[in-house]
């Protein structure tokens, strides 16, 4: 497995790399969990996939098997700006208003979303050493811009995973069920901290001024 990095600035580096991440998160949260956000028969892509996202992906054989994608909160796109943010201003159907106490807006604090991994990743080992390195490479570029803090929508478990890999998750406010999945999901948020012990990664990464 390996680790790549990128924006939209130099994602021309990673051949189809970006165009696989936008398939493997069309067939986990359209075709498995029935989410109602926009998509095609190949790719789903939304309003934040945009010149302010940055992407952590992983690769096995030259393949993507697992990503995310993040911004910081001082983003700004049209109409939209951070998940978390566009969610408390009541711009998203579906997402509690005080899903947090209040947005932060601040380049110190980034968010991510739309982390998912391959069901072709199968065994509990190789699906968190997938996971570590998604988060490595997006700690790596949040901290590249100056950020300390990572915020993140999830389910509730997945902090207790996230201290399991070494990143000192925490849960922030109270959780609530999604009317898609029926899934319960909740606001995190954790330093920006790289682990002890890290694999080898191949990034692209930008000069400071890039399951949701």
Known sequence: MENI???LLDLHRHGPAFFEFLALRKRFFVDQLGWDIPHDDQVEMDQYDNPKAYYSLVLRDGKVIGGMRAMATTAQWGAHTYMLRDAV???LIGIPADIIPHAEVTPMVWEATRVV????VTTQA???ACLSLVLDGIVAQARAHGATEI???CPPVFARTL???GFAARIIGDSYVNLHDARRYVAMRMPAVMR???PTTRSQRPQADAPL
Request: no cysteine; charged share 35%; glycine share 4%.
């Open 5 to 7: 990095t990128f924006n």
């Open 117 to 120: 991994i391959s069901d072709d």
């Open 151 to 153: 915020i993140a929508l």
């Open 163 to 165: 201290r399991q890999l």
């Open 89 to 91: 201003d009541g711009k």
């Open 126 to 128: 190789d699906r968190a």
């Open 196 to 198: 002890r012990s890290q």
